[in-house]
């Protein structure tokens, strides 16, 4: 059994017993045999996961300092770590598995050799966002979990999951930092791009597809561990602001649904989702302390624990203790309700709440201050270091730390897995109008070979569907695509959440009444959030829909080469007033929707 009160003095590695190498052990004798040997440094390493980017080439990375990371081998060889969130758009899978191995040469070389754990946020789809989301690069490319929202299809949602594991694998990636079960309830809200939408039985469904694909019918050794995020369900948030920031840090319930959004947690849980991340929001006015979540002992232990009997990792947010600086701009903690405690106090309060792990610091130091001076005992920190060996166990990772890095390339993105993404991307594709026009007949599908006037694609991409003319007046059709919009915010990292107003500028809205003017035009909007369409609908020929498609996926679709299938996962509110008058926590609660739930047009 592991030492209630270790001293921190290793052994010499002659007097290691190395039985917890020994598969043929049960797992938790080998949690108590390694546990037992740890120093409370080794122990506090496990307790930290913080983004880490690779060197060019596939090798180690000396630091990034835009974003405050230190290399590779300070993070494993001084400060103990050995849970590491892959940062950044990968240039090759065979790059990623390289670098994953020497990573794990490097872990392998301290004293017990603890394998590392690879965690990753979502890279499979069409966004960048360095605080929610990677370009998929070399991984096949399926539409946003709001596009695979649109088919409605959980048996495609778990296919999706299967292939991204198969892929995570082939790189060593380890921990899926996602499926995102929040339910977009407030349309202005930043993360409902990565949300299954609106409605909370459609998340519940698909996102434990999403969980079972990802580790399999049993969870084991081929397993990628999911991490679902944000219990108890971010989405309410106060004017629609995210709680990254601080004018964002509110989660309201003026209409008393807080219970509501538990219930796609509860679909996780019942198909043994295996680790879960508490949001940065506060919620007010509820039977709960107003501090964040991942603050918040009523929750993280009172519902989540003891409610819900959930035995998993709970790992903080990212940035819950120690401000921080990102691309050179100063970013408070996110420590909501609690900015008055010292970091000391504010790593104790997240333990004592329930959480195990600390996203987006490395600061072990600290929490063994916290141990040397009483503060959080050697009993607590057992509790949570068994939770994170006993996953590193049942990955296998002590068994098999490393990946076969000449058969990576063969696997991420090959030509099975891109053509299953392609297809989901096609089936993703929502038509919300399609009028009759002067011809009297509907602008869609229109004819391949058409003559084609475009804006926001590409001519050499769109040339295999018809002629690409100059403008307007020489086309047979046009189609212009637009990206919902969104207010410009102070700070470069703030704008990668795209927030604030739905309304589309009035320059954007003139273009698409000069255009639609003088030729039927297709307007394709990247709906990242439910934007204001109306004045879009009345002046275009036809309005489409996406999260995340290829040019050869949309123009398929509008030449009717491929069904169109999608169904809209959220509401499309009418105007912004009637947005602001919702109540945030009430899912379709605008009063006068352009556009309900599930509506989409066959072709």
């Not at 037992?36 to 122990?43: D, I, L, N, R, W």
């Not at 940062?87 to 017990?112: C, I, K, M, Y």
């Not at 610091?361 to 001076?373: A, K, Q, S």
């Not at 897995?417 to 096609?426: E, I, K």
């Amino acid at each position: 059994m592991s030492n209630d009160a270790p001293t921190d003095t290793a052994p010499s590695s002659a007097e290691i017993d190395t039985r917890y190498r020994d598969p043929e052990l049960p797992v938790d004798e080998r949690v108590e045999i390694l546990l037992g040997q740890m120093t409370v440094a080794e122990k506090a390493g496990l307790f930290f996961q913080n983004m880490i980017t690779m060197g060019s080439g596939g090798t180690l990375s000396d630091g990034d300092a835009a974003f405050g990371l230190p290399s590779a081998a300070e993070y494993v060889l001084e400060r103990g770590m050995n849970h590491f969130n892959l940062f950044g758009a990968a240039p090759t899978a065979g790059d990623v598995a390289r670098w994953h191995n020497s990573l794990q040469e490097l872990a392998a070389s301290t004293r017990l050799g603890i394998p590392v754990t690879v965690s990753s946020d979502p890279r499979h789809a069409f966004s960048d966002n360095p605080g929610a989301a990677m370009h998929a690069g070399p991984f096949s490319q399926w539409p946003e979990p709001l596009g695979l929202a649109a088919t409605r299809d959980a048996e495609l949602v778990r296919q999706f999951g299967d292939i991204a594991r198969q892929e995570y694998l082939a790189v060593g990636i380890r921990v899926a930092l996602h499926p995102q079960v929040d339910l977009a309830t407030e349309p202005r809200w930043s993360r409902a791009l990565q949300t299954f939408g609106e409605d909370a039985q459609l998340s519940g469904e698909l996102g434990a597809a999403y969980v079972r694909g990802f580790q399999g019918e049993a969870f084991g050794t081929d397993s990628v561990s999911t991490m679902t995020k944000h219990f108890p369900g971010g989405g309410p948030q106060e004017d629609g602001e995210d709680p990254h920031f601080a004018y964002g840090r509110e989660q309201v319930y003026p209409g008393d649904q807080f219970e509501l959004h538990l219930k796609p947690f509860e679909a996780i849980f019942a198909v043994g989702g295996r680790q879960m991340m508490p949001y940065y929001g506060m919620p007010m006015g509820t039977e709960h302390e107003e501090v964040g979540f991942g603050f918040n002992k009523s929750v993280l232990t009172g519902l989540l624990r003891e409610r819900f009997g959930f035995e998993g990792i709970v790992c903080t947010d990212w940035g819950l203790v120690n401000d921080s600086e990102i691309l050179g701009q100063p970013h408070p903690a996110r420590a909501w309700g609690v900015e008055h405690l010292t970091p000391a106090e504010r790593m104790a309060k997240i333990l004592d709440a329930g959480a195990d792990q600390f996203g987006g610091e490395m600061c072990p130091d600290l929490l063994i201050e916290l141990v040397e001076d009483g503060t959080v005992t050697h009993e607590r920190l057992d509790v949570s270091a068994r939770r994170l060996l006993r996953e590193k166990f049942l990955l296998g990772l002590f068994e098999n730390p490393f990946v076969d890095a000449d058969a990576a390339d063969a696997i991420v993105g090959s030509a099975e897995f891109r053509a299953a993404g392609d297809a989901a991307q096609r089936a993703s594709i929502t038509v919300l109008t399609n009028e009759i026009t002067d011809a009297g007949a509907p602008v869609l599908p229109f004819a391949r070979g058409a003559k084609l006037y475009v804006e926001g694609l590409s001519p050499e991409r769109v040339e295999a569907y018809g002629r690409v003319v100059a403008t307007p007046a020489e086309a047979d059709v046009a189609i212009l695509r637009l990206q919902a919009p969104y207010e410009q915010r102070a700070t470069h990292f703030e704008n990668f959440f795209h927030a604030g107003s739905l309304d589309f500028p009035a320059e954007v809205l003139a273009r698409v009444a000069e255009v639609s003017s003088q030729v039927p035009t297709v307007v394709d909007v990247f709906l990242d959030r439910p934007a204001i369409l109306e004045p879009i609908v009345e002046s275009s020929a036809a309005v489409v829909a996406n999260w995340g498609v290829s040019p050869e996926a949309l123009l398929d679709v509008l030449t009717g080469a491929v069904p169109a299938q999608g169904r809209l996962p959220f509401d499309i509110p009418r105007s912004m007033a009637e947005v602001a008058a919702a109540r945030p926590d009430v899912p379709f609660d605008t009063e006068n929707p352009l556009f309900r739930f599930g509506h989409g047009l066959g072709l």
